[in-house]
């Protein structure tokens, strides 16, 4: 499977940023922005921003990535964040039982809040779980200016699609509209480039409702370890979980893909490839010194082994103390959700 | 518009009363039951009453008619009593603004609660104000089960419906279910017989989640004083409201169709005939000796003036007390909107 991110942009129409913003581009996730929309004038006012998680599964590197993002955002802009947690929707599409939606749910909670996200600006609402009446009644508004023909062309729906998850596409622009509703913020949504449809309907909604339209920042996806362009978390090399233990971790980073060469003897002569690499992909994400890594990588002068060893060190460091502030956070799950 | 209930029962598949059960038949509303599901059944074991409210309007007496029989079924059979409005429906069905919505829902609560309904027994439940997280999940949950298809071919939805609508079929078969999924009682819904079709859903969806399938008492409609089948909030001689001052009432009931005679001597002659005249069933719903009058009417002795003097004397004097009750009951709200 690979995005064509070009097309992506190109067919529904969002913005390229032509100079990445200084207050962006020292993010490390900053790479991975595709595309935004209205962003660069959203951005020059108070605004709140808007990532959800749907919990399907345990959390894995690349949904850490995404939220270590969100977090530094917060940081950055002193903003106000709204994480809606989209358990009914996993109920309704995926077909897991009940209390698996909620199990995930809350487990997926201590990830994002082990990351250090700011109580007093962030408001973390699980759908199943802490539904706030306010929230119901903006998607039932929402709802009324949503036809069952416009969910159908726009989100592939089809007469034999149950009614909850048609129902859920109002619960989405809801959430979007939630901070704007709320506190007057507009919003900014983080989230996958694939997820844009959302967007464009909730930018309609927003109109009819009389909000302030969203802005967005489409993020592209964090490569798997096997080299495929999108984490899996049904396949169990492709994805580093918050919680595997060190010798899982260095087992699967031993056989990541790389952009190594076939033999060491022409790794040496030839060079790597650090752009198709996984492994540096992760030593990226997670704070390496990648100058230095790519020169050499490219020179020759250092193999995959190497990569692959520091990227296990640093991860197990880092993941350490990510499961240290993880249990940490069961005692801060009622600041969250209020 | 008359609404052959024979027809509709045959249709629906609903059950007549061969022998009206001793404990409806002192009901003054029981000549309203035209069938029923499975009551002989439930009624022998603990059972909830479920009798919803859609608050598009003011109360009139017909909407009042229907929750004191409620409140007698809680009377008699000591049973818990839950009160579901869907001033979400409405909102996405009628097109009334938002405020409307709740604001009717806070007045209609009134005349319910002024009927004396037992606090600790009855939870109301306004969809769009103190909606519970359960009930919430509970709809989800339902909604999983029913397809737009099937809402299309039972309720006459289109493409153009909103999602909203489509989704608050989930919801109302949630409300239905509600006392059985929280206490384990099995539903009894009392319910005007065109909300059959929302029944069958129920009992449909009941099964497939394990559930009690939920019985009816099916109710066809108080006459309108203008002699229509049924009360219409729209035409301002057709109702009496809860809260028409005692001009009004006197007005609306000089106004009334009966079944009087075209003249006093042919009525003295002929006499009138009760079965057709709504002024003779509001005297029996509101508690006058209809055995003498009856008698009296068929047989010449009682004119139209006479019963409209006393009915217009019962009704103010039910309704002064009715809106003393009604005053009073701001003061319960809390209790009943737990």
Sequence with gaps: MCMDYDKLVKEFGAERFEVMPDELKDLRMAKYIVSHRDFLSISKKPFAIVSGRGPSGKFHLGHLA??????????????????????????????????????????????????????????????????????YNLAIRVSRKITYSTVKALLGFTSETNIGL?????????HILYPTMKYGLPSVVIVAIDQD?????????????GYHKPGALHLGYIPSLQGEQKMS???????????????????????????????????????????????????????ADTEQIKKDCVAGKRMCGDCKKELITLLNAFLDEHRRKREKSKNL??????
């Design 166 to 174: 048609s129902f859920y596409s109002a619960m989405q622009v809801a």
């Design 233 to 287: 978390s049904s396949s169990p090399y492709s994805a580093i979980f918050t919680t595997d233990d060190p010798e899982t971790v260095k087992k699967k980073v031993m056989n990541a893909f790389t952009g190594g060469r076939e033999t060491l003897s022409l790794q040496k002569e030839k060079g790597g490839n650090p752009s198709i690499c996984s492994v540096y992909a992760y030593l990226d994400l997670f704070g």
């Design 333 to 338: 799950v009622r600041k969250f959700l209020k």
């Design 66 to 135: 995404t939220f270590m993002f969100v977090k530094q955002m917060q940081d950055k802009y002193k903003c106000r964040v709204f994480i809606p947690f989209s358990n009914d929707e996993k109920f309704l599409l995926r077909g897991i039982s009940f209390e698996d939606a909620q199990n995930y749910a809350m487990d997926n909670l201590l990830d994002i809040i082990a990351l250090g996200f700011d109580p007093e600006l962030t408001d973390i609402i699980i759908d199943l779980y802490n539904l706030p009446q306010d929230l």
């Design 197 to 209: 449809p959302f967007i464009r309907l909730t930018r309609d909604i927003a109109e009819k409702l």
